[in-house]
């Protein structure tokens, strides 16, 4: 028997932590929530410019 518990890597899970094996699909995840993120932020900040120049 070859590996722990006689499962070998092609007949048992590959990756070595649960995390791993869940890492592609939680990427695009951040990426999107990223984007939306400084999307929201930018349009804060150009908000807070306009009120600055139509109260001055």
């Not at 092609?10 to 791993?20: E, F, K, N």
Request: glycine letters at 8%; charged letters at 20%; zero cysteines.
């Amino acid at each position: 028997m070859n590996g722990v518990n006689g499962v070998t890597g092609a007949d048992g899970v590959l990756a070595t932590h649960s995390a791993i094996t869940a890492l592609p699909f939680f990427v695009p995840t951040f990426i999107v929530v990223a984007v939306i993120a400084f999307v929201i932020w930018r349009d804060r900040r150009r908000g807070d410019d306009e009120e600055h120049t139509d109260a001055s």
